[in-house]
Nanobody
Framework: QVQLVESGGGSVQAGGSLRLSCQLY????????MGWFRQAPGKEREGVAT???????TYADSVKGRFTISQNNAKSTFYVQMNSLTPEDTAMYYC??????????????????????WGQGTQVTVSS
């Protein structure tokens, strides 16, 4: 059974950094797309970054240059390093996975509807 468990959220001041982790259990394919999404109150879920089995990252314009998605060598844990945080980054952050297919090609973030598995979310709060 596939399970995703996020950790690393918290409260920081603007300009600070956080690193979120997503531990993946029950991998069912060596081909995958992993993503980080976020949702602020009253807003739609937004794709933040994705990475696929080829190690190719994609970022939303709003986080380019500030966030970095990565994975460990075992490809069992995925991270997003978030630097230069602003209050606009405040949201619940979720990791997501789909198996059997890589992420979309090009600069587009693979949409949330394409992912089959989701974590429970971890809250990030950035104060000014």
């Amino acid at each position: 059974q596939v399970q995703l468990v996020e950790s690393g959220g918290g409260s920081v001041q603007a300009g600070g950094s956080l690193r979120l982790s997503c531990q993946l259990y029950g991998v069912i394919s060596s081909t995958y797309c992993m993503g980080w999404f976020r949702q602020a109150p009253g807003k739609e879920r937004e794709g933040v970054a994705t990475i696929d089995s080829n190690g190719r990252p994609t970022y939303a314009d709003s986080v380019k240059g500030r966030f970095t998605i990565s994975q460990n060598n075992a490809k069992s844990t995925f991270y997003v390093q978030m630097n230069s945080l602003t209050p606009e980054d405040t949201a619940m952050y979720y990791c997501a996975a789909r198996f059997g297919r890589d992420c979309l090609s090009g600069s587009r973030i693979t949409p949330a509807g394409a992912f089959n598995y989701w974590g429970q979310g971890t809250q990030v709060t950035v104060s000014s």
